[in-house]
């Protein structure tokens, strides 16, 4: 049992510079891949501190470093597993997000992708029944327990349209992502100047350092909420602004637009030979940020029913 705790313990911290000598006190400690995946990050610092003052372990700040990014990383990935095992089920469940037809609704699209405000009244239903299942749906836990709505903080504009009244607009949530490339040039920077590893992507690193220069605004659970959105402005703008355009004449919110925004990405994929991640990677602007796990599993399916 013991053997099997060491193996998986250098298994996830192989590619983050824990020497072996640190994974053998921390398993001496009876710490397991479990037990750190259920840790809160305070926890985590708690095993560093106490492998450096009652173990005498000198531990380099590359090694403090790579503990803490080791665990993120596995619960990152356990997270998208889940994600892709709940969207899995969606799919046999027959979801209809997850099984349209070959082609979506004349509703949904225009030409290419876009949507189509006339739609017909058959369809006009589907959308109702659509809005009210989203809003059964859409709710959340605050700290009292309580069921409260899950709202938008932003609304539908155009191009250049300034947002009225409390929330903001698209030119707004869009900015927010371009601020968030400039922290992660800043965390770059400042792991180059202690010597460090330079995050590649934008980590709760990133979001860490912006809430402490002030930049509380932007927060990891709004952004990665729209990522999709900011990919199709990035790859093609003038269908993200046909989109923006098409949703505010109607007066749709911004979850049904955010919806939308998924069906031009995965036909912009289907001409890339299904590779979402290469569209990520080849956009200077793109690179910095994780592919969905939803546009991916959406673009699984979809090369599933086309049988590429």
Known sequence: ??????????????????????????????????TLM????????????????????????????GIKA?????RRALDEEMEQQRLDMLARNGDRKMNSADEPPESLLLKDGFTNPGGSDSEDKKVVARKKQKKR??????EDGEERPREHPFIVTEPGEPAKGKKNGLDYLFDLYEQCGKFLEEVQ?????????????VTNEVFRHA?????????KPKMRDYVHCYALHCLDMEQSN??????????????????????PLVLLARGNGWDIDDLFNRNEKLRIWYVPAKLRHLCHMERIKHGE
């Open 189 to 201: 920077q400042i792991a180059k100047e202690k010597g460090e590893k330079c995050p590649t992507k």
């Open 137 to 142: 749906h859409s709710k959340e836990f605050g």
């Open 70 to 74: 080791g665990v993120r990383a596995k």
């Open 1 to 34: 049992m013991a053997g099997r705790e060491n193996r998986r313990l250098k298994e996830l911290f192989k590619e983050f510079g824990v020497q072996p000598a640190t994974l053998a006190v921390m398993a001496q400690m009876g710490f397991t891949v479990s």
């Open 242 to 263: 046909a989109l923006r355009k098409v949703y505010k004449e109607r007066g749709e919110n911004v979850g049904q637009w955010c919806q939308a925004c998924y069906y």
């Open 211 to 219: 809430k402490l220069t002030g930049a509380g605004y932007i927060n």
């Open 38 to 65: 259920n840790m809160k990050d305070d926890e985590v610092d708690f095993v560093i501190k106490s492998m450096i003052e009652e173990y005498h372990l000198e531990l380099l700040v590359g090694e403090q470093f």
